[in-house]
């Protein structure tokens, strides 16, 4: 488990292709690696990547094909840069919220302008992960714990203040930028309980306005 607060922003120093896999070396940065040891986990812009070797400046990780598929890992380069965060401890201050390092999907920058001295970000994500984005809920974007300003359909927008756009990877953002999205938990978690039985069942479309009627939430 994770916070969402990027601890460096490391860089991509090769992938070796492994039988369909990838293992994935990472220069970590300012990121102290002393008590990392093989079989932890390290955030990697937003996936839970599991150390399996500790070179001196970085780690080897491993990625699998549904990982490479699904997330943004599949696109980097040597050079590339990453946010990184260290799995929590029960000391571990919860300044972002529950990040588990499962990606849900694959989001597209589609506009980013200076505020003040801040920066709005407005991102499209994919359609069946729209329900699952509120109004000042959470949302982690690469690793980055963040508050959701507004949403309009499937697009929803960001406030980046400048200790962000510095210490992380949003620096290098442009449009048509591809990010790794992760929805809040509870709203995932929230959706299977209210579809109760049905969620056993095959094909489920998710909750709709039927689903609602039927367990008592509209009139």
Not at 92 to 110: P, W
Not at 114 to 137: F, N, Q
Not at 168 to 175: D, E, L, N, S
Not at 186 to 207: F, T, W
Request: glycine fraction near 12%; charge should be negative; charged fraction near 20%.
């Amino acid at each position: 488990m994770f916070t969402g607060i990027v601890q460096a922003v490391g860089e991509i120093v090769a992938l070796e292709p492994r039988g369909g896999d990838t293992r994935l070396r990472v220069r970590t940065g300012k990121l102290p690696l002393d008590d990392v040891s093989p079989g932890d986990s390290i955030s990697t812009s937003g996936v839970c990547l599991t150390v399996v070797d500790l070179p001196g400046d970085g780690y080897w990780a491993d990625v699998s094909v549904e990982t490479l598929n699904f997330t943004t890992l599949g696109d980097l380069t040597p050079g590339s840069p990453v946010n990184l965060e260290k799995a929590l401890t029960p000391m571990t201050r919860l300044g972002g919220h529950i990040v588990s390092g499962h990606v849900d999907g694959v989001g597209e920058v589609v506009r980013l302008y200076e505020e003040g001295r801040s920066w709005r970000v407005v991102l499209r994500a994919p359609d069946d992960l729209a329900r699952y984005i509120a109004k000042k809920g959470s949302i982690c974007v690469d690793g980055t714990s963040l508050t959701v300003n507004g949403v309009n359909g499937a697009e929803f927008d960001l406030n980046i203040i400048p200790q962000t756009m510095a210490e992380t990877v949003f620096g290098t953002y442009a449009v048509g930028s591809k990010v790794n999205l992760e929805v809040d938990v509870i709203a995932r978690y929230l959706e299977r309980l209210v579809l109760g039985d049905a969620a056993a069942q095959p094909g489920s479309a998710g909750v709709t306005l039927q689903t609602l009627a039927d367990n008592g939430y509209l009139a």
